[in-house]
């Protein structure tokens, strides 16, 4: 496969007025692991468009990005990550303080370049 790929929403609320990050944590059976940051792969953590939501309105809406981290990247194409016998896929909401995501699909992909 070439890509591990996320649909993410970044939720209308006033915590992600700045957009949101997170890590992407794959493991293998030998017991080795790559961190991945969203940042580092797509710009698609942004804000939505329209207001947050209050009490009093219906705020914007959430758009479902991709966020396609590439497995032939430098971080897994230099470690010693074994891609034929992944066990786990983490994802780490360490990267700001407060917010919220919305996940649709989680596919590994190939894509004909």
Do not use: C, H, W
């Not at 794959?26 to 953590?45: C, E, K, P, R």
């Not at 329209?50 to 758009?63: C, E, M, N, Y």
């Amino acid at each position: 496969m070439d890509f591990f790929s996320l649909r993410v929403g970044v939720s209308t609320t006033p915590d992600n007025v700045l957009g949101q990050d997170f890590t992407l944590v794959l493991s293998d059976a030998n017991g080795t692991s790559v961190s991945l940051l969203a940042s580092d792969y797509s710009d698609a953590l942004y804000a939505p468009p329209g207001l947050p939501v209050s009490a009093r309105d219906t705020g914007g809406k959430t758009i479902n990005n991709m966020v396609p981290f590439r497995l032939d990247a430098l971080p897994i194409f230099d470690s010693e990550l074994d891609l034929t016998s992944l066990v786990r896929a983490e994802l780490r909401f360490d990267q700001l303080p407060a917010g919220s995501l919305q996940f649709t699909d989680v596919m590994f992909q190939k894509v004909e370049f």
